[in-house]
């Protein structure tokens, strides 16, 4: 007999999604419970699964009898354990997806002594935080001596339908004092104040607030940051972001205890809204500290999670932890899903989903800029590409390039940058060093093509290549052979301008043949391929 796995909050948001991805599980029975059959019976018919109606509040001891229960239906924040305690009782394993701070904080003292009674399971946090978000803290800060700084971001997609009672939850906090360790003391500050833009590698920058959630805590007491713990959410819609940091001020004034009762009103404006919001949502770690040789180095992770599927990423913990409970991996007791599952098992469980992650590191005292703005991933690339972004020193690199381009207005742009077309047996590039990062020469025969490249000092990976009087903004995306050059903006002097007139570019550095090689494109809708060449330096 297989064993039987209960959804609990299956007609959910994240409740359906996770029965959608354990229903192609062949080794395990699935049933999907709630309190409302209207809701739950065309998601149980769409799977071919049973289902179960369930109060969590007050559950049914005999509907619990089964391998193991998993509470999708939340909100946690001022929940019980009566649910967690009666699937003990019932035999069940049991695992949530909480994401509710005093819950969390509270679940291994309020349920450790019925899991080892019952010899089972239960884990608390197996959703995007608390669980998700160390996982990745783990593996980006393993090794280092020590950690300075940790900020976490998340924001969803525009449309990203949100429950009345998920709203309500988030209502309840908003202008609230909230404990946060910040600027090296425990302090207390209003959840949702703080407003700033953070950037989410390939979305790129949005607006965030301070946000309740168990990492606030957890950070701390796991990592042991001198300066920050901080955790930021944000809705898509700088319009609601800022309006909501503005109706904090509310509570923040005492003129009303909560804006939870205003709810309903709330969620109905984020619907007009939404309509015009994006697809995709994402995610931002950021850590800084020291390795242990002692040198200063910061480190960032990021998710992107598009088509709306999101909303899959708070449930990819909860699924990997039911896998370690199938194979007998996790022991008896009550825990909080943090250092239990590793990153790697709760980002294979996305497999098939329009879900990606990227990793970017930094060592900021560094003097060579590539090195400086990679990190450890430079480390990890082929010689010859080191040996020519090393950076230490200024040198002359010889080599063979091919240019090719357009008429026209692209050959104004070329006259204007140095750049000619043709074959180049004696093609050269001068890299020189500078405080702030390097200055490239590029000898097309009698032309020179020359720009000044700088390091964004407060974004990981980014880096600014100013030609003349344009500046564009760049990030660096390491590969198994090099690292792609992906632009992400561009400005005339201080000003930027629009995205839809920038020049298309793509551009990489990588290694083959032993032989450090390049290729670069730069094409504008208007006037064509204002330069395409690629080549190779003696490394």
Same mark, same amino acid.
């Given at each position: ?97 909480? @994401? ?9 003292? +309020?349920?450790?002594?019925? &899991? ?36 976490? +971001? ?21 202008? =609230? ?18 407003? #700033? ?19 606030? @805590? ?9 300066? @920050?713990?901080?955790?930021? +959410? %944000? ?10 940091? =503005? ?33 995709? /949502?994402?995610?931002?770690?950021? &850590? ?17 999670? =598009?088509? $709306? ?35 790697? &098992? ?11 992650? /990227? ?12 090195? #400086? $703005? ?16 090393? %950076? ?10 091919? &240019?090719?381009?357009? /008429? ?5 742009? #070329?006259?204007? +940058? ?7 047996? @004696? ?7 500078? !405080? ?60 930027? $301008?629009? =995205? ?12 083959? %043949? ?10 504008? !809708? ?8 690629? %080549?190779?330096?003696?490394?």
């Amino acid at each position: 007999m297989k064993p039987q796995v209960l959804i609990v909050g299956a007609a959910g948001v994240f409740g359906e999604r996770l029965s959608t991805r354990l229903a192609a599980w062949k080794d395990i029975d699935l049933i999907l419970a709630g309190r409302h059959e209207a809701r739950l019976r065309p998601i149980a018919e769409r799977l071919n699964a049973r289902m179960a109606i369930i109060d969590r509040e007050r559950p049914d001891p005999s509907a619990l009898v089964v391998f193991a229960v998993v509470d999708c239906a939340g909100p946690f924040q001022g929940s019980n354990y009566n649910l967690a305690c009666a699937s003990l009782a019932a035999g069940a394993h049991y695992i949530d997806i909480a @994401d509710g701070r005093d819950f969390v904080a509270g679940f291994e003292a +309020a349920v450790n002594e019925a &899991a080892l009674a019952a010899a089972r399971t239960a884990v608390t946090g197996a959703s995007s935080t608390p669980a998700v978000s160390n996982a990745v803290l783990d593996e980006i800060t393993h090794g280092w001596s020590a950690t300075e700084a940790i900020t976490v +971001a998340i924001s969803p997609a525009g449309r990203t339908a949100q429950g009345l009672a998920v709203v309500k939850a988030i209502l309840s906090w908003v202008g =609230k004092p909230l404990r946060v360790f910040v600027g090296g003391q425990w302090r207390k500050l209003p959840g949702w104040s703080l407003p #700033r833009r953070v950037l989410i590698p390939g979305l790129g920058h949005r607006w965030v607030c301070l946000a309740e959630s168990p990492d606030l @805590d957890i950070y701390a007491q796991r990592f042991h940051p001198s300066r @920050d713990a901080l955790f930021f +959410a %944000g809705v898509e819609s700088p319009i609601l972001q800022l309006g909501l940091w =503005k109706l904090s001020f509310l509570v923040r004034f005492g003129l009303v205890a909560s804006l939870a009762p205003f709810a309903r009103p709330l969620k109905a404006i984020a619907g007009v809204v939404a309509a015009i919001g994006s697809e995709d /949502g994402g995610m931002s770690v950021v &850590a800084q500290g020291t390795t242990a040789a002692g040198e200063p180095v910061a480190a960032r992770w990021g998710l992107i999670g =598009k088509k $709306l599927e999101g909303p899959h990423v708070p449930t990819l913990a909860a699924s990997a932890t039911l896998r370690a409970l199938l194979d007998g991996r996790l022991a008896p007791g009550a825990w909080v899903c943090t250092g239990l599952i590793p990153l790697e &098992a709760m980002i294979a469980q996305a497999d098939g989903l329009p879900i990606t992650t /990227g990793r970017a590191g930094r060592y900021p005292d560094e003097p060579g800029l590539f090195r #400086r $703005l990679l990190g450890p991933a430079f480390d990890a690339l082929p010689a010859p590409v080191r040996r020519i972004h090393h %950076g230490r020193t200024t040198e002359t690199f010889q080599g063979y390039a091919v &240019a090719r381009g357009s /008429g026209g207005l692209a050959a104004l742009a #070329r006259l204007f +940058a140095g750049v000619k077309l043709g074959r180049f047996k @004696d093609f050269s590039i001068d890299i020189r060093t500078t !405080p702030r990062g390097e200055v490239w020469t590029r000898h097309f025969g009698k032309g020179a093509f020359r720009s000044v490249i700088t390091d964004d000092r407060e974004t990981l990976g980014r880096f600014t290549e100013r030609l003349g009087p344009f500046s564009f903004d760049l990030e660096a995306r390491p590969g198994p052979r090099g690292f792609d050059w992906i632009p992400c903006g561009w400005r005339i002097g201080i000003l930027p $301008l629009p =995205k839809f007139l920038s020049p298309k570019i793509r551009a990489r550095s990588f290694a083959a %043949g032993g032989d450090y090689r390049f290729t670069v494109l730069v094409a504008h !809708p208007l006037a064509g391929v204002i330069v395409a060449y690629a %080549g190779r330096l003696s490394a």
